[in-house]
């Protein structure tokens, strides 16, 4: 891919009392699943630290004995996992993308091809004993077993009404599925006829209260008949009978909520295993490291540092430079938005409340400043709903649900907001599939709807200056051009082209800005680039400038002249991106 020469990083760090801080102890763990009792292979999220590898498998000791970082000079890795006859799954972008079994000593002994399945953006992988493969497709709410040539012993596929988002599937001992849906906020349990005969929680409902969840990414049976859940963003693990009693909860639980998770708990668990001695082992992803503890909370092995002892934010989405040079980031993990200065000194913050189940904001996605006004719209993600304060902190309005017509519609994942001229405002509800623009109480005035191209997790909308919308579909994979007064689609671009011509396609795109009527920066998180892409030939958008690869998954940027300022999700601060003319 090209690469350019005129384009300055600068990375903006916000830690505590300035300490200097070493980022090649940080891991992101999508699994850290036991191989027996004192080791464990941890997979090693996306390219969060490129100084580590993929997949490695650590023991008690903290010692590193095997990892993947030979296999990485043949294979481009997405994620790994190991399977219970200790050889390693590898996801791996090919064309197409395969999934590849390997002996510990690089001998493959299986390659499952994804293409002919149709399988593009799959998040868990699993082998059983019976030697059958389960994986869970999340770009078509899927889930798939293959037998040992690749042939579909089971599929599910119901809409995306009932599965939305499937994160993992596991057996169960009589023969059935467990089904983790993290959109949803439901776990389910399917049979061999494709019959949801168990459930737990309440479908696009999260909460912190029994029978309530939050994202949960995993769900597995134990021995105890019993089902484990692991629940992303609620930051607990929860043992519950198929009564739908909770048994036992570890993290944010109503017993201990003045302590925050992030401090001295779990932030952003994505799995966890019981051993056979009863201890479990959990992916403590966002806290970055993996834990080893007991049914009375002891911690017995932890591995990996946690970014919130060093660093001031916590997964920042949005960012704002303001007038007076402040930068205002939504904290997401934090569950507050602040203003602060480079130096990191805070001047204005909303939320992060001490008691955790009370915090007034949940997870917010992105707030803007109308400083003409002194007014803060906020997209409260977890919260389902839109608000504008003052300086003084009063909530002006709040938005919980729009009107349609006639027709209340519910938001369910609202992600940004823009302030428009008329004093309306251009939303995005990726929950919900919805781009509109509505005056402050809710009511739509504009609502995107074209049957040709459906939205999928629409993450950003912004108005050009030619009365048109543009769109990230992100999950599509493509920015979408519609006419406001006529909703039709005037263009689609879902790949981009370097100057030699070499086709580059969009992949889970997130924001975008504007820069004039022939140009626009994209933010294409999974491809890891910012660029500078010129739209004059909307057949074929061609690239100007564009960052080496380094831009891990990023949310969110603001652009003043020709800086780009970028909220570094996976870092917790920000990096300064200037291309020169």
């Known amino acids: 891919m090209e690469q350019v020469v005129d384009v300055e990083y600068k990375r903006i760090t916000f830690t505590k009392n300035h300490v200097e801080i070493n980022k090649d102890h940080f891991i992101c763990s999508q699994f850290a699943t036991a191989i027996d009792d004192n080791h464990f292979y941890i997979s090693q999220y996306r390219d969060i630290n490129a100084k580590y590898p993929k997949g490695f498998i650590v023991n008690r000791n903290s010692q590193i004995i095997w990892s993947t970082l030979e296999l990485e000079k043949r294979y481009t890795i997405i994620s790994s996992n190991v399977t219970y006859d200790k050889n390693v799954l590898l996801y791996v972008k090919n064309e197409p993308y395969d999934l590849i079994e390997l002996s510990l000593n690089g001998q493959i002994v299986n390659t499952y091809n994804m293409k002919i399945h149709g399988v593009k953006s799959m998040y868990f992988y699993y082998k059983t004993k019976q030697n059958t493969i389960l994986l869970s497709s999340i770009q078509d709410g899927r889930i798939l077993e293959l037998s040992e040539t690749n042939e579909v012993l089971f599929e599910y596929c119901p809409g995306k009404e009932i599965l939305s988002e499937p994160r993992c599937v596991f057996p169960t001992e009589s023969g059935h599925f467990l089904i983790a849906d993290s959109k949803h906020h439901y776990i389910m349990m399917i049979n061999r006829n494709k019959e949801m005969i168990w459930s737990y929680g309440e479908k696009n409902n999260p909460g912190f209260a029994p029978g309530r969840l939050m994202y949960p990414y995993m769900a597995l049976e134990l021995p105890s008949g019993h089902i ?26 109503p017993v201990d909520e003045t302590t925050s998770p ?57 960012v704002q430079l303001l007038k007076n040079g402040r930068f205002l980031i939504a904290d997401s993990r934090n569950d507050r938005i602040v203003e602060m200065d480079r130096t990191g000194e805070i001047y204005f913050e909303y939320g992060n409340e001490a008691v955790f189940a009370n915090r007034t904001l949940k997870w917010p996605r992105c707030v803007y400043k109308d400083e003409k006004r002194n007014h803060y719209l906020i997209s409260d993600g977890f919260n389902q709903r839109f608000i504008i304060i003052d300086q003084n902190k009063k909530v002006l309005n709040e938005i919980k649900s729009i009107t349609y017509q006639t027709e209340a519609i519910p938001l369910r994942d609202p992600h940004s907001v823009e302030s428009l001229l008329d004093d309306k405002l251009l939303i995005t509800d990726s929950g919900s599939n919805i781009v509109c623009i509505i005056d402050r109480n809710g009511q739509v005035n504009w609502m995107y709807s074209n ?34 007064s006529t909703n039709t689609v005037l263009n689609v671009i879902d790949a981009v082209y370097t100057k030699d011509h070499r086709k580059i396609k969009l992949n889970k795109p997130k924001w975008i800005d504007l820069i004039s009527e022939n140009e626009l920066a994209i933010l294409d998180s999974q491809n890891n680039y ?18 080496d690869p380094t831009i891990c998954n990023s949310r969110w940027a603001y652009r003043q002249d020709q800086a780009y300022y970028i909220s570094d999700f996976w870092q917790h601060d920000l990096i300064q991106v200037t291309f020169s003319r």
Not at 270 to 278: H, I, K, S, T, Y
Not at 283 to 292: A, H, T
Not at 459 to 483: K, M, P, Q, W
Request: charged share 20%; aromatic share 8%.
């Open 228 to 253: 484990l859940i692991a629940e992303h963003q609620a930051n607990r693990i929860t043992e519950v009978s198929l009564n739908r009693e909770i048994v036992w909860q570890y993290g944010n639980n």
């Open 530 to 547: 910012l660029m500078v892409v010129n739209i004059s030939d909307k057949a074929h958008p061609v690239i100007e400038q564009m960052t």
């Open 451 to 484: 049957e040709q191209f459906p939205l999928d997790d629409p993450h950003y909308a912004t108005v050009s200056r030619g009365n048109s919308i543009y769109i990230v579909d992100t999950n599509h994979s493509r920015l979408i051009e519609v006419d406001l």
């Open 262 to 318: 992030r401090k001295n708990y779990l932030n952003g668990p994505n799995f966890a295993q019981m051993l056979p001695n009863g201890e479990l082992v959990i992916s403590d992803s966002m806290n970055g490291r993996i834990l080893v503890i007991d049914r009375n909370y002891a911690i017995h092995f932890k591995y990996g540092l946690t970014p919130k002892d060093y660093h001031i934010l916590n997964f920042p989405r949005s």
